[in-house]
């Protein structure tokens, strides 16, 4: 059965989990290469590795946006509310059609503490 | 009002809001096409799902993957890019119904689409439900009138029943569908007609035909016409049954027709190809039964505990060259309590409605069916069925004896009778005026093809001068109102 990089590089990416084995998990990783004969596909692994790891990190960043700048302390305490025990990576963009407030994007979840949000909340309570 | 009492009642209303962050789940495109979107993140995404696409878009959630959720769109998607973001909802779908719906053409999200403006007092329903169980509903016992001879004379439909009509195309399928629903005036009967991948041309004379005969007084249509994304077309029939059990919870009695469900096979067969979902018989996937009887099953008759009311549908399928065991013909005859079928031949031969009285079966409605129906109708089923099988055997035999030659007669003057032009149902006290005339001989002496001349002439005869026994006959049956419509047959006759 033919092997595809975006799968190699799959599983590489799986198996460098563990922090204490890397070395030997490339180790390995590079004899199975050769032994099967599929070292013609390491470039498009490594572009595949990176495509996914750029995802992870992508995925497990707290975006934040503020309609303008804010301290580094509002920051903190925004992804404070949004991840508790998180060493995170943090984005903070400006987008001004939210007004005022923030809202964060975290693991698929959105956070929207925004001014934008809280009009049109009260415009349905309202219009009712 | 002064801007006191305007300002005190801002206050009043807003003394609940509460500034909250709000929590929502998102996923991102990964592909998008074709009315399709697949999309990753959404781990908690239910089945049937809507989600939030930029720009409001609605879609809905019907392949629940491993690391994927596929999504078919409601409406416009060439905005729509990946990377984009999705929000889920949290909500099933459910479309907007009421009373204000009566007189009103809606898509199958339920918004108006004959431009008189929203719709207005109306609550939301879920599109996909679970038919009625046992215990909630009770036997067909009541009729449902279509004003057509044949079929309540010898394939009676009750309330609450599923029957099918299915035929090639231009046998006149619609035209049943339609004077049905003209037929329910006065009825105490509401109707839906969902239009299913139909030309926009086809469904506004439709409309204008209901309006023009004052039907659209008690009549909803939901359209999701052949320029209309497929989604649309497979939830078209699912939002015309949403709205009619509006009215049956509310003890009121429907008639829903599907027009038809051939093609809302094909599109919810379309949309499983596109979605990736694995091929069955004739490419059809393999929820292609259920995706008929889960619809068919909503159409019941309720017991008086549960509200008396009832959904009667008229679904109508679509054949090639006559092929009924085709698979979608098969499997909608399996569900439905019987089946109407039209005949291409008898069309051309210019018997319509072509109803081939052979082929075609109520397996309910017989229960329901008036007295006076079913004490002159069990004579002219029995002269049909004789007439069937000699009229074949006549074709062939040159010297008949007088018994069959009678017979043969009969048959071909019942034929003559039971045809009727489109657009003109008759009441019941008419249709057992004329049966029990045939029954009696007062055709005998009349020439096949003046029998639809003698037919118009009597039917003005009865409506014009003898209304209550018309009425009389509507309500029941008894050697009195025999003997009296005998004497007027004989009297009429003699003139």
Known sequence: MPVSSVQMARVLHDSLNDESNKNEVVRLFLEFCEEKKLTHLLPNIVKHL?????????????????????????????????????????????????????????????YDGSVTKQLSRAKEILSV | MSVDTVIQQLKTRLSDFDAQIETQEVGTVIEVGDGIARMSGLDKCRASEMLEFPGGLIGIALNLEEETVGAVMLGEYAHIGEGDTVKRTGKVLSIPVGDACIGRVIDALGNAVDGKGDIKDTEDRLIEKIAPGVMTRQ?????????????????????????????????????????????QKGQNMKCIYVAIGQKESTVARTVAKLEETGAMEYTA??????????????????????????FMDKGEDVLIVYDDLSKHAVAYREISLLLRRPPGREAYPGDVFYLHSRLLERSCRRNK????????????????????????????????????????????????????VGASVSRVGGSAQRKSMKKVAGKLKLA??????????????SDLDENTKKQLDLGQRITELLKQPQYSPLPVGV???????????ALDGIEVKEVQNWREKFISHMTSGHGPLLEKIEQGWNEEIEGELKTVIEDYAKK
């Open chain 2, 139 to 183: 036997p067909v016992d009541e009729p449902v009138q279509t004003g057509i001879i044949a079929i309540d004379a010898m394939i009676p439909v009750g309330r609450g029943q599923r029957e099918l009509i299915i035929g090639d195309r231009q046998t006149g399928k619609t035209a049943i569908a339609i004077d049905t629903i003209i037929n």
């Open chain 2, 305 to 356: 505990e549960h509200g008396g009311g009832s959904i009667t549908a008229l679904p109508i399928i679509e054949t090639q060259a006559g092929d009924i065991s085709a698979y979608i013909p098969t499997n909608v005859i399996s569900i439905t309590d019987g089946q109407i079928f039209l005949n291409s031949d008898l069309f051309y031969k210019g018997i319509r409605p072509a109803i081939d």
């Open chain 2, 221 to 246: 249509v939901v359209t999701a016409s052949a320029s209309s994304a497929s989604s649309m077309q497979y939830l078209a029939p699912y939002a015309g049954v949403a709205l009619a059990e509006y």
């Open chain 1, 50 to 110: 990176e495509k996914i790891n750029a995802k992870k990190i992508a995925d497990n960043t707290i975006r934040v946006y503020v309609a303008r700048n804010q301290d580094k302390d509002v920051v903190d305490m925004i992804v404070d509310f949004v991840s508790k025990k998180s060493d995170a990576p943090i984005s903070v963009h400006k987008d001004e059609k939210i007004i005022g407030g923030f809202v964060a994007l975290y693991r698929n979840t959105v």
């Open chain 2, 431 to 441: 249709q057992v005026a004329l049966i029990y005339a045939a029954n009696i001989g």
């Open chain 2, 384 to 397: 049909m069925a004789q007439y069937r099988e000699l009229e074949a055997f006549a074709q062939f035999a």
